[in-house]
């Protein structure tokens, strides 16, 4: 790589040759690496964000927890038993609901308790679909390009990719069931071959 054309032509042509072969195959494992690199930092990037959502998500969560109790200990307050305003199951029925149509609605208040407890246990998981989006084509055309293989027996991520390509051509925000994940060999590498389009 360092040598000049002067110096590569005093080189015997079938050396030349091997030499320029070799060069060749250095420059694309470097670029294979520095793709997968930036990949892995991109997804890397990715993930934060969604974290960072989550953060964010939780605070605001907080507060619509604290919104939830307060109308929650309202209802049960017109709903029990022990109180003598609750005598009459009929009135203390109505007081319950105004309590509920009075912190938003059944409606509003059913979404927030989905939004809470959409997020459970730190799943920030639905949240990276939203940050990768602008780079979805860009994933699936890297991993058309640079061929995956298995360090393992488990294959379930190449499966999972392989599922995910077969399907790249959707839309929708779901795609069908990935089948049985199995222990096939490993994976073809995706380069193309010398010859062959």
């Known amino acids: 790589m360092a040598a000049d054309a002067d110096m590569m032509r005093k080189v015997a042509s079938l050396k030349r040759i091997a030499l320029l072969a070799c060069m060749v195959h250095v420059a694309r494992t470097r670029a294979r690496d520095d793709l997968a690199e930036m990949f892995c930092k991109r997804m890397a990037s990715v993930t934060k964000l969604a974290k960072a959502e989550l953060a964010e998500l939780r605070e605001r969560e907080a507060e619509i927890s604290e919104r939830l109790i307060i109308s929650y200990r309202s209802v049960l307050g017109c709903l029990d038993p022990r109180s003598s305003e609750t005598a009459d199951a009929a009135a203390a029925l109505r007081r319950a609901r105004r309590v509920v149509e009075d912190a938003g609605g059944f409606d509003a208040q059913l979404a927030e308790i989905e939004a809470v407890s959409a997020h459970h246990a730190n799943n920030y998981m639905p949240l ?67 010859g062959k389009p």
């Open 128 to 194: 990276v679909e939203k940050h990768r989006r602008r780079d979805r084509a860009t994933m699936f055309a890297f991993t058309s390009v640079v061929g995956l293989e298995a360090t393992s027996a488990d294959r379930s991520v190449l499966d999972a990719v392989e599922h995910a390509v077969a399907h790249a051509h959707l839309t929708r925000s779901m795609v069908p069931t990935a089948p049985e994940l199995s222990l096939r060999g490993p994976a073809r590498t995706a380069w193309p071959v010398p």
